[in-house]
């Protein structure tokens, strides 16, 4: 495995940094703190404002954005290059210009609607969708439908040119704001589970939702409760055939999935908390200085490297044009259950100034070790939780016999 970049593409680094001096000022810096969060991993993707809109358009145009995507969806259509499309990360995190969007919409649906979607469901979403124009959210689960997603029981019924939905959906993330909901309904009722369903575009202004946020143990409304009441949705809203939902969404799950969970992520974490155990004093040392947790630090850095090395092997598996498979399916267990032990030892490190809230004099990591612990926790489950997870890459993975099923 070759870690260093061939000279081409030290060269193609040069030039992103040119475009980014050339595109994206200092006042731009200041004017979007927002977009420095991200570039930490921190917070989620705000409105676009005109500026950043403005740059996502020209880099798109470069082809430095939205590479996949056609240029006849606001794409830069280039032939794929992992390296170059993680040079392009790097530079842009570094210079806290704007990234991709990375939300449901942008990062789940688009690739949906490319693989699955007709010419006009494309040219209406995929562009104002990619630069935030419209946002998106994800009903999927249901009360009882959720590891068991096919079991979900909100259905559709074709009266004329329309769907009329009933039921209801729940874990929305992000309802309150979405302006479309890319959802699961039950259309075919009399074929076998997998097979009755079918992937729906829902305005969410349509009358008879009802959004309901719901609360969490952080404070925080995250998710919601999104009730459907004889909602009216045209039929051609359909992505894909009619009855093979399930196997549209499977497209955007592997999605989700890469959203959630990768190498960075945990690197991030792990490297905030061995900042955190030098700074941090115990009985007089700093934390860094105690043997159990350097303990505990190494194994975890032990995981972190894992990752990322697993990490390098889908980046190579993916520059030959292949699928990373069981390596991609490793990902989102490894990472997101490795960043939730790592924010963990941070908690453990911080002792009583965890709980110290946002704004506290002494809060460390302005206060947001608790909310981390929790979300990561969270992220975990999102997407597909640890023991599917583990099914998944037994059975599709390693040819494992499969789980007894009821
Ligand atoms: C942060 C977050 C964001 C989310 N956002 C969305 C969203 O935007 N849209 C959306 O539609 N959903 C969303 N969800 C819901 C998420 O997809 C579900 O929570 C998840 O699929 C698990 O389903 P469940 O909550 O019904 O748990 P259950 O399916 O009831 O599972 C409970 C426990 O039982 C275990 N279990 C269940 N079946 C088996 C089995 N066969 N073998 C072994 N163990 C099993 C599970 O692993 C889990 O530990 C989100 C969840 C989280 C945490």
Redesign the pocket.
């Known amino acids: 495995m070759n870690l260093k970049y061939s000279k081409d593409y030290q060269r193609f680094r040069e030039e992103v940094r040119q475009f980014i001096k050339d595109h994206w000022t200092e006042e731009d810096v200041a004017a979007n703190p927002q977009l420095s969060e991200m570039a930490q991993g921190l917070g989620s993707s705000p409105r676009t404002d005109e500026r950043a809109t403005a740059f996502r358009r020209a880099a798109a145009e470069r082809g430095y954005m939205y590479r996949h995507v056609p240029r006849a969806y606001g794409g830069g259509e280039q032939a794929p290059d992992p390296l170059k499309a993680t040079i392009l990360v790097e530079e842009l995190k570094a210079a806290k210009a704007p990234v991709e969007l990375m939300s ?1 919409g942008p990062a789940m649906l688009v690739p949906t609607l490319l693989a699955h979607g007709t010419e006009e469901q494309k040219k209406q979403y995929v562009e104002s969708t990619l630069l935030g124009h419209v946002r998106w ?5 249901e009360p009882g ?5 096919a079991s979900l029981r909100t259905s559709g019924v074709l009266e004329g040119d329309h769907w009329v939905v009933n039921g209801q ?1 729940i ?4 309802a309150r704001e979405a302006d479309m909901m890319f959802a699961l309904i039950r259309t075919e009722p009399d074929e076998p589970k997998h097979d009755g369903i079918s992937y729906l575009l829902i305005d969410m202004k349509t009358q008879g939702i009802d959004v309901r946020p719901l609360r969490q143990m952080d404070g925080d409304a ?2 919601n409760e999104v009730f459907l009441d004889n909602v009216r949705v045209p039929r051609d809203s359909v992505v894909g055939e009619r009855g093979q939902g399930w196997y549209v969404s499977r497209s955007t799950l592997k999605a989700e999935r890469a959203l959630i969970g990768n190498a960075s992520m945990a690197r991030r974490t792990f490297d905030g908390a061995v900042a955190l155990a030098q700074m941090t004093q115990v009985r007089g040392r700093p934390a860094i200085e105690d043997p159990v947790i350097r303990d505990r630090l190494t194994d975890l850095e032990s995981r972190v490297l894992a990752a990322e090395y697993n990490g390098f092997r889908l980046l190579t598996e993916s520059a030959k044009g292949h699928d990373g498979g069981l390596a991609g399916l490793v990902t989102k267990l490894h990472t997101s259950t490795l960043a939730h032990d790592v924010s963990k030892l941070a908690m453990n490190i911080s002792s009583d100034a965890a709980m110290l809230a946002p704004g506290e004099e002494h809060a460390p990591f302005a206060g947001m070790l608790v909310q981390s612990y929790i979300m990561y926790y ?2 975990a ?8 997870q583990r ?1 998944v890459i037994g059975e599709r993975g390693l040819g494992l016999p499969r ?1 007894p099923r009821r």
Do not use: M, V
Request: aromatic residues 10%; proline residues 3%; hydrophobic residues 30%.
């Open positions: 449901q959210c994800q009903g999927y689960s439908a959720g590891s068991d997603l959906k874990w929305t993330s992000n995250h998710f969270a992220l489950i999102g997407g597909g939780a640890p023991n599917i099914n789980d």
